[in-house]
């Protein structure tokens, strides 16, 4: 554990190209990933270690001149630096491609900063044998619980993250790492196979270790209710969220429609809703790097803006979006730290990272209590937005009736929740008091771009189309 | 790569090793608004290496990742690391390709063209396919990608193509009176069909100035319902994805060889075969991560799972000839004409959100952003609705297009026509 090496071997290099690059060019910054992440999976009858998908190495260097951006990625930053840059300036020199008219008038800020940061973690205690022990144990463990589990799969992922950003008058770097650990259960009960995961994740092994075992009974619990889950009957009903639900709303009816390089290109109908209530009065809503600690979370964001803390939406108004460098420069605001990429070959976009709504002041109870009949929705499927037109689709995994207050023992998978976002946002009438946040998966952009990202929050009551 | 195969060869531990290089030069082109905001070049090159160490009746594999960075002394390292690792894997044995090298080119009209002179034509085709008053295209990303990808194994496997693919993300807007619609576009090709592509386009601004028109139906619908290529490509694929070797040797499928899919078939009866190359379909590959060369396999015949498919090592666990990594889908035809259509009224959805389409809870579903209701007589754009249905009740009926069309990895039907779907 510590920060890469290899890329403190090409921080000299890296200054030197900035250096020669400025020469040409108004704006210059390079930006080094080495990150290192290993999966380790064991089944019932496999097992395997393997890179992890977060596993990346490169440089991408951004250049401006006050028009249109260019950007190059390579694997290295070679001895001969003066030659390198002549291929990149040579990448860019004129072509067809770059006769088409650009934007204009861009001007970015180069605030100097130089500071590295670090977040502790277990990680380097452990090694791959005794990772791969854990999940043996536990797999087996987990495929003791039932005749019925046809497969139960237990999972490591490491992630250990170093990056470094150099500008003409910034020098950041930062290694930190997260470990995410899942279990999945294939079951089969009343002629029918589930499918049911569960996740837990920390910048420490210890705590996934601890955790992950807990959690084994309540998901063989869940997969024997979705043998007997039946299709919800298509309709508007009352419904409870769990944090996980509560966060895929955050995240897909509103994070994306204020993902600001979506203003840029008048895709984002919460361009025009700034200062207005697009929520309920109890809804805060936020975004950030630094907003809390998860899979999402970093120091500085692959613009070499530091991690932001940003306040969507307060008291049910909307106060601003997110927004990386590209997409502030052309808005004339400062980018919020959410200029993400995919790895360092994919061009930096606005990005979620961690999305919540704040907790309320309800008992889960009390807003249970208070429906007469509706449904408490489950686990994160899968989401897709739209935020030029606020339709949305969020799909949780089950559902549980409730009637005249309390839950039922009817389940109901899957269930997709669709409308219109503010008919949604405005409809949320209770917020709980508890909170949770948590980070299984990715999100793209469209249908690319994947990065990590979190969301969560308290349970929400709110008004939505089911089917 | 010679020393590489050396250092892993002098491994006493390591058994067997693959070697798989993988180099993308990549231009890109990112437009708002019509003005170019960003041009990418990427010239990168994975070398990822993969050891086998066998150990009593167990044969274990890990692997690594090799930069231009990486020294000898940390190549020794990383080889020994990864067959320790290897010899904490206990797997059945199975045995890797051999004995064959070949170098291919995929089929596609960008060798020879510069990507920055074809991204500008490509961005030129999107562009002047807009002829639609008050419609723009507020986003155009370009991405053109050359793939040079080789396989080696300690078996005597070599084999090396050149591949090439790009991607256009377009976003049709209708700036109306009364508010701005988009939709969204996502074409994927690896040859350029300068007319085909126009036109994509342009149906698509035709799409959105008619999801601007669209209001939510006043009354319930209650008919049939119209998929078309985009969709279709979301259901076959979660057929076929429940026939991958691996899916069933994990029991992570709902389906097993004889199975039908089609339990009581009042429609048309569905074909899967799948293929490593098709033509004009962009997941064209002569062979996979294994080296293994790609061929055909049908996997649904008249509504019964024939066959399953994947990749080396769950094809042997399952006793099969591995099929190899086959990525493209293709989808026999059906007998549903336009004429068919006219018939009865039916709803034509054009864009969703998603369609989500799930065996294990017999699901399918999702948000429609735009449809046209056909009444008999005119053509009724519509939003704010839902469809949801029972996959396996819906396959029964289900009626496939005369038509062809290819999307994405799918060739198949263009259109399906599914009953028993609601519509809320």
Known sequence: ?467 | MMKLESMLRANNQVTDYKINIHQIKSFEMFFVKGKLETVRRTNTCDTQVTVYVSHGEFLGNADFLVYPSTTDEELAELISQAAAKAMLIDNKPYSLPEDETGTYNVESNFAGIRPEDLAATISNIVFDANKLPNGSLNSVEVFLNQHQETVINSRGLNKSQVRYDAMVEAIPTYNGKEQSVELYEQYNFSSLDEASLHQEIADMMLAVKARYEASKPQQKLECKVVLNKQELKELFFSISNHLRYSSVYTHSTVFKKGDAIQKEPTGDSISITMAGAVEGNVRSTKFDSDGLSLGQQKIVEKGKVLAYFGDNQYGQYLGETPTGSLRCLCADTGSLTQEDLDEAPYLEVISMSGLQVDFFSDYIGGEVRLAYYHDGQKLIPVTGISISGSVSQVLNTIRLSSKTATQDGYTGPDKALLSDMKIF
């Open chain 1, 1 to 467: 554990m510590g920060f890469s090496q290899f890329l403190d071997s090409r921080r000299d290099r890296a200054k030197a190209l900035v250096k020669i690059l400025k020469e040409q060019f108004s704006y210059v910054s390079i930006l080094g990933a080495d990150s290192k992440s290993t999966a380790i999976r064991v089944d019932a009858s496999t097992s395997n270690i393997s890179n992890g998908q977060d596993t990346e190495c490169g440089f991408v260097v951004k250049l401006n001149n006050g028009s249109c951006f260019f950007e190059y990625a390579m694997d290295d930053i070679g001895e001969d630096v003066a030659t390198l840059a002549e291929e990149i300036k040579e990448a860019f020199s004129a072509s067809a491609a770059l006769k088409q008219a650009s934007i204009e008038h861009i001007s970015l800020k180069d605030e100097p900063l130089v500071q590295s940061f670090a977040r502790a973690s277990d990680l380097h205690e452990y090694s791959d044998a005794q990772l791969l022990d854990f999940c043996q144990k536990t797999q087996k463990e987990l495929q003791g619980k039932s005749e019925n589990i046809l497969n139960a799969m237990v999972a490591l992922n490491t992630m250990e993250v170093s990056k470094l950003f150099i500008s003409q008058n910034r020098e950041l770097d930062q290694d930190y790492a997260f470990i995410g650990g899942v279990l999945v259960l294939v079951y089969r009960e009343n002629e029918k196979v589930v499918q049911v995961y569960n996740f837990e994740g920390s910048q420490n092994v210890a705590d996934v270790m601890a955790a992950l075992p807990s959690k084994m009974d309540a998901l063989v619990d869940r997969a024997h209710h979705l043998g007997y889950a039946k299709p919800i009957e298509p309709g508007v009903y009352d419904v409870i969220t769990d944090p996980s639900i509560t966060g895929l709303i955050a995240h897909e009816a509103f994070g994306h429609g204020v993902e600001m390089d979506q203003f840029v290109k008048d895709r984002a109908l919460a361009k025009q809703y700034v200062g207005q209530y697009v929520a309920s009065p109890i809804c805060n809503m936020k975004d950030g790097a630094a907003s809390a600690l998860s899979i999402a979370s970093y120091f500085f964001d692959d613009d070499g803006v530091l991690a932001g803390d940003t306040q969507i939406i307060k008291d049910g108004i909307l106060v601003t979006g997110i927004s990386d460098l590209a997409s502030a420069s052309q808005l004339g605001t400062s980018p919020t730290g959410n200029g993400r990429r995919q790895s360092t070959r994919r061009k930096a976009y606005t990005r979620m990272t961690n999305t919540f709504f704040e907790k309320g002041t309800d008992k889960l109870e009390d807003m249970i209590a208070s429906i007469k009949h509706g449904y408490m929705l489950f686990e994160t499927d899968n989401g897709m937005e739209d935020p030029k037109n606020w339709a949305i689709q969020c799909v949780a995994q089950y559902g549980i009736e409730i009637v005249d207050g309390k839950l039922t023992e009817n389940y109901v998978s899957p269930v997709v929740m669709s409308g219109y976002v503010p008919d949604l946002l405005k409809s949320i009438s209770m917020i709980s008091d508890d909170f949770e946040i948590c980070g299984s998966g990715f999100c793209g952009k469209g249908y690319k771009e994947w990065v990590r990202v979190s969301d969560g929050g308290p349970a929400l009551k709110a008004r939505v189309k089911l089917g």
